[in-house]
Every structure is written in structure tokens, then in C-alpha cells.
Nanobody
Framework: QVQLVESGGGSVQTGGSLRLSCAASGYMHCMAWFRQTPGKEREGIASIFAQNSIRYSDSAKGRFIVSRDIAKNALYLQMNSLKPEDTAMYYC????????????????WGQGTQVTVSS
């Protein structure tokens, strides 16, 4: 069992930046960030396997950077050039899929942190 706790969400204006953090109670090879807005399916936006194998969704490429600190069991998402369409609840997820991607199945989920981008 792994507990995940996200933090770092908030309200920013278009073009601003935020850094989300996810504190995990243990190590999992595959971790990812998802987001969801009311009435829409949850969208996988970035994944990282171990330290270096990273994948992004098209919506995240070029603006978001995922990283992790294995020693701290922490996952991060640096979000730059934010747009109003990035407004969503952001979730951290962890799992064991060795193919690790934003479309993987994840066993563990955090409660989410809200990001709101105003125009």
C-alpha cells in the first residue's frame, strides 16, 4: 500500500508557472501525473519510470517537466506557460507497469490538488 499526497496547486494567471509535488509513502517504479475537469475523463499527462524514462502527453510536451527525487519518494511537475485550459484537479499516481506511460494502469492515487488558470 502506498499513500500519495499532492501539494502545490493554486490560482495563477495565464502564462504563469506552478510546481506540483507528490509525497509518496514508499517507492514505486512508475509514477505519473493526471488531471481531470468536471465532466471529462481523467487525462494522463506525464509519467516517469525509475529516474529517467519519461513520457508526456501532447498537451504537456514543451511546457511541463516531470521529475522525481527517489531518495525522498517525491514526484514533481513543473508547469510553465499555463493556459486556462490547464485548469483542472491534478492527481499523482503510482504503479508497477514496467512500460510506464500516461496510459498505464495505476494502483495508487492521491486526492488531488486544484490548479486554476485565469485569463
Amino acid at each position: 500500500q502506498v499513500q500519495l499526497v499532492e501539494s502545490g496547486g493554486g490560482s495563477v494567471q495565464t502564462g504563469g508557472s506552478l510546481r506540483l509535488s507528490c509525497a509518496a509513502s514508499g517507492y514505486m517504479h512508475c509514477m505519473a501525473w493526471f488531471r481531470q475537469t468536471p465532466g471529462k475523463e481523467r487525462e494522463g499527462i506525464a509519467s516517469i519510470f525509475a529516474q529517467n524514462s519519461i513520457r508526456y502527453s501532447d498537451s504537456a510536451k514543451g511546457r511541463f517537466i516531470v521529475s522525481r527525487d527517489i531518495a525522498k519518494n517525491a514526484l514533481y511537475l513543473q508547469m510553465n506557460s499555463l493556459k486556462p485550459e490547464d485548469t483542472a484537479m491534478y492527481y499523482c499516481a503510482a504503479g508497477r507497469d514496467s512500460r510506464c506511460s500516461p496510459s498505464s494502469w495505476f494502483a495508487y492515487w492521491g486526492q488531488g490538488t486544484q490548479v486554476t488558470v485565469s485569463s
